[in-house]
């Protein structure tokens, strides 16, 4: 209480000596300039190109500069739009709910069941191993696990388990939401993780002797301050299961649709005002989905 | 409120792997005492209070609470509650909930268990903060949550892991009033551990000096002062010259010993044989300036520092074979009778003065 009382006190005895140290008002401009301007350039810009190009004229050739509000008609008119999105938000909820169950309970045993730090941290990397090599190449690798003659439905025909090979196992939604898991579970752990290593071991101590139960303590202790890292997590999963378009077409072999996927084939039509507009619903939607996991989470604790 | 229960700590040992953190300590509290375990850190005071609560598994030996043996219980069976060193407050809920805690566990209706919270609350008055989190209370009030937290159990011991330690020097105070206070009124057994001997000789009915491990004395607090067990108590407990010296020989009652390098001292006591080795204790303040009643008792030396402290004075003598020698006296006393750096002076104090001091160890 004292310290924070005096702190102001000491600074308003040297205001000339504070002044010497900075230039003027500008300084804080020059400070926040380099990020200012990366930000920019690279997230800001585009983003405004997006929308500009939005509301844009075009056909089979070229684009023409106009303010047409038809993009978007078009984008919320039709119902092949209202189905995709649907699919891509059941994904999102099927993807999160099972990254968030796996993930949770990797990172309680990374904090809370392997006792030395070192032995954390290398397990840790172990979980991040895969990320050495491309989405693609981690996708494509599930083909040969999964397919008609694949190391899977050989062992159960080999087996005698299955009379011939089960065909939902590759370019299936399962496909799609299996290979989603294994490339989005880390993205959910290491939040997690982190807010699991900061969860003082006292209040576990201390829930146990209020009589508190393992299972008690997990959930009147552990995954309520565990909530910051599971909102951060779900971020994380949500925004990259809803822009996914290669994973979908990959392991859906084209008989699922996403949002992107249906972008990037407007795209390819050269249909790039159409792709814009659809890009600022989804850039809506994901944002209207994270405002809602903040509410829900303050994770500024965890910032 | 709820009866007190004597705890009985039979010959309890904690080795982790290799190091042995508490070796086979035995003791008695009786039934609602306010016992201090004292000693520095990695003494194994906090072992020991973590063993008593359940938290640490017992290598060996056995924990006694009131008529059961509590050694192999759950800490929430043991009739104990823990308060500990960082409070451990539960961030994400309010006072009432976090002191709700227990009866929420034991699946006492919601109704029930805020009513009985807010009572406990008022009782360490701080209901006017019931709906605020941990995080916005100072460090005395966190404490006064923390310990209605524990006491809604209605434990028969409270167990305090050095509870006074978080708090600025000023709250320190204030608050070791008010657990003393608590405890009264109380009536149950509290167990505090502390690495501050003033800490301990304010609250304790009893005082257990821990050291390696091992008790080194375990008494009322006036007991450890003015007879200290063993040298490392009288060190640690402050206000005492240790000399350390060979017995050559048994005079009039009296233990005459020399100190290595240095002259001849006596002290009372007993059954010593020569050529063993020995220590004594005298109190800082019963020394004098002057020339010794008899033999042995005193010596003279150089004064090598003097520290003025208002009420009193402090010199620091060399000589005899001690290096530093600390003698308090009254300040109306000295300077009557100043005397200078590098001054040759006298000391003396009363054979009952110099304490003979065991050893555990050998």
Not at chain 1, 141 to 165: A, D, E, F, Q, Y
Not at chain 1, 187 to 208: C, G, K, Q, W, Y
Not at chain 2, 50 to 61: L, N, P, V, Y
Request: charged share 15%; glycine share 6%; aromatic share 8%.
């Amino acid at each position: 209480m004292t310290v924070a009382l005096e702190r102001p006190a000491i600074a308003a005895a040297n205001p000339s000596k504070r002044r010497r140290f900075s230039h003027g008002a500008v300084t804080p401009y020059l400070q926040s300039a380099p990020l200012a301007l990366i930000l920019g350039a690279f997230l800001l810009l585009p983003i405004i190109m997006i929308v500009v190009v939005s509301f844009w004229d075009y056909d089979f050739a070229a684009m023409y500069p106009d303010l047409l509000t038809t993009n978007y008609s078009d984008v919320l008119g039709s119902w092949v739009t209202w189905k995709t999105y649907l699919n891509t938000i059941k994904f999102a909820a099927i993807v999160w709910a099972l990254t968030l169950f796996i993930g949770f309970w990797v990172a309680y045993f990374l904090a809370f069941h392997i006792r030395t730090t070192a032995m954390q941290m290398v397990l840790f990397l172990v979980c991040t191993v895969p990320f050495l090599t491309s989405n693609i190449i981690r996708m494509i690798s599930w083909i040969p696990v999964l397919g008609r003659n694949g190391l899977i439905n050989s062992t159960l025909v080999h087996m005698g388990l299955v009379p011939k090979p089960i065909e939902w196992l590759l370019y299936s939604e399962f496909a799609v939401v299996l290979a989603m898991v294994h490339l989005y579970t880390l993205f959910m752990v290491t939040p997690i993780f982190n807010t699991l290593m900061r969860i003082d071991r006292s209040l576990v101590e201390a829930a146990r002797d209020a009589g508190a139960s393992g299972w008690q303590v997990l959930w009147n202790v552990i995954i309520p301050l565990a909530k910051p890292g599971m909102a951060i997590g779900t971020i994380f999963v949500v925004t990259l299961v809803m822009a996914d378009f290669s994973t979908v077409q990959v392991m859906s072999g084209g008989q699922s649709a996403s949002v992107a996927l249906m972008m990037k084939n407007q795209m390819s039509l050269l249909q790039y005002p159409a792709a814009a507009a659809n890009a600022v619903v989804l850039l809506v939607l994901v944002l209207l989905m994270v405002a809602g996991i903040l509410r829900i989470v303050d994770i500024r604790k965890e910032l | 409120m709820s009866k007190a229960a004597e705890i009985d700590i039979v010959s309890v040992s904690k080795v982790y792997g290799m190091t042995t953190a508490v070796e086979a300590i035995s003791l008695k509290i009786p039934a609602g005492t306010y016992c201090c375990l004292l000693g520095p850190s990695g003494c194994g005071k906090t072992s020991t209070l973590r063993m008593i609560a359940g938290h640490e598994s017992i290598s060996s030996g056995d924990v006694r609470l009131g008529n059961t043996v509590v050694t192999d219980l759950p800490p929430a069976k043991r009739g104990t509650a823990m308060m500990f060193q960082s409070y451990a407050l539960f961030p994400h809920l309010d006072l009432v909930d976090n002191v709700a805690f227990s009866l929420k566990m034991k699946g006492v209706d919601k109704e029930q268990r805020r009513a009985k919270a807010l009572d406990m609350l008022k009782l360490m008055q701080m209901e006017a903060y019931a709906t605020r989190r941990p995080a916005q209370l100072s460090g005395g009030q966190q404490q006064r949550v923390a310990l209605a937290r524990a006491l809604i159990t209605d434990p028969e011991a409270l167990l305090l892991d050095e509870p006074l330690s978080a708090l600025d020097p000023f709250l320190k105070i204030r608050m070791r009033a008010e657990l003393k206070k608590l405890q009264t009124s109380l009536g149950i057994t509290f167990v505090h551990v502390t690495h501050s001997q003033e800490e301990a000789m304010a609250l304790a009915d009893l005082i257990v000096v821990m050291n390696d491990g091992r008790i080194e004395q375990a008494a009322p607090p006036r007991e450890v002062f003015e007879r200290p067990a063993t040298a490392f108590v009288a060190r640690f407990m402050g206000d005492h010259n240790v000399i350390s010296g060979r017995v050559t020989c048994e005079r009039d009652g009296m233990v005459v010993f020399d100190v290595n390098g240095g002259g001849s001292l006596a002290a009372c006591g007993r059954g010593q044989e020569a050529g063993a080795s020995i220590d004594i204790a005298i109190r800082t303040d019963h020394v004098r300036i002057g020339e010794p009643p008899s033999p042995g008792l005193g010596f003279t030396g150089i004064v090598s520092n003097i520290e003025y402290r208002g009420a009193t004075v402090k010199l620091s003598i060399t000589g005899a074979g001690i290096d530093d020698f600390t003698v308090i006296i009254d300040d109306s006393d000295f300077f009557a009778r100043p005397v200078a750096l590098g001054d040759a002076v006298p000391l003396a104090w009363d054979s009952e003065d110099a304490i003979v001091l065991g050893r555990i160890h050998s």
